[in-house]
């Protein structure tokens, strides 16, 4: 008999899982805004964007998430740039007009 203390039986754990790193999003979209918006800084966005998957698959995770990080700048960037040639636009046409 055994006493109340002692184990019947083994009690056995699940191995443990190995950690899986997430693929960070390579931003493609903010690629597709630098090309409509302000093309030539759609060229850097777009080969970051592509590199991000290539990167994370050859197991190097910060180098994807640095081309992640870049395509989403290079496309925000050309939003800023855009923006700040329209509200050039604007004041010279403004100029414009007022000195007529």
Known sequence: MSGPYEQTH???FPAAQPFAPVLPASNAGWAV???IFFWPLAIPAFNH???VHPLWSMGDLQG????SQRAAFFGKLSL???GVFIV???AFIGLV???M
Not at 64 to 67: H, L, N, R, V
């Open 10 to 12: 083994q009690q056995t």
């Open 33 to 35: 805004v630098a090309v």
């Open 49 to 51: 964007a592509l590199k």
């Open 64 to 67: 994807a998430q640095y081309s």
């Open 80 to 82: 800023i740039i855009f």
């Open 88 to 90: 050039l636009y604007l």
């Open 97 to 99: 007009v007022s000195n």
